[in-house]
């Protein structure tokens, strides 16, 4: 059994900041090159920033150029959601923490080994957690 997080808008933009309920629930991004994570090279574990859910560390993040934090895999693929998304004329694949539904940002195939992937995902989304990243 999974202990989902579910709450209300008014629930959520109580506890949120309005840029991380943009983000997270409205599955907003911000902007490139503004992020507190994006050349953010600490160890640690980065936590989803609605319900504390464990979600990358920074053992897999590395430098993308795109301007947001980048990881080539979250800490357990079970921690992550991902679902098509057809916005803005594009057809992206959004990552969600499976946890709580909080939108975190997509993930394209251009990313380094061993995944190929690239988790571009909003340093508003995340909290960080210095120290080890063994879970
Ligand atoms: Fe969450």
């Given at each position: 059994?999974?202990?989902?997080?579910?709450?209300?808008?008014?629930?959520?933009?109580?506890?949120?900041?309005?840029?991380?309920?943009?983000?997270?629930?409205?599955?907003?991004?911000?902007?490139?090159?503004?992020?507190?994570?994006?050349?953010?090279?600490?160890?640690?574990?980065?936590?989803?920033?609605?319900?504390?859910?464990?979600?990358?560390?920074?053992?897999?993040?590395?430098?993308?150029?795109?301007?947001?934090?980048?990881?080539?895999?979250?800490?357990?693929?079970?921690?992550?959601?991902t679902k098509r998304d057809r916005s803005l004329f594009m057809t992206r694949t959004e990552v969600l923490c499976d946890r709580c539904g909080s939108?975190?940002?997509?993930?394209?195939?251009?990313?380094?080994?061993?995944?190929?992937?690239?988790?571009?995902?909003?340093?508003?989304?995340?909290?960080?957690?210095?120290?080890?990243?063994?879970?």
């Amino acid at each position: 059994m999974k202990d989902k997080v579910e709450k209300t808008p008014a629930e959520w933009r109580e506890e949120l900041t309005p840029e991380q309920y943009r983000v997270l629930r409205e599955k907003g991004t911000e902007r490139a090159f503004t992020g507190e994570y994006n050349d953010h090279e600490e160890e640690g574990v980065y936590r989803c920033a609605a319900c504390g859910q464990p979600l990358f560390s920074s053992e897999t993040k590395y430098h993308s150029g795109s301007g947001w934090p980048s990881f080539y895999a979250p800490v357990d693929p079970d921690k992550v959601d991902t679902k098509r998304d057809r916005s803005l004329f594009m057809t992206r694949t959004e990552v969600l923490c499976d946890r709580c539904g909080s939108h975190l940002g997509h993930v394209f195939d251009d990313g380094p080994e061993p995944t190929g992937l690239r988790y571009c995902i909003n340093s508003v989304a995340l909290d960080f957690d210095p120290g080890d990243v063994k879970l």
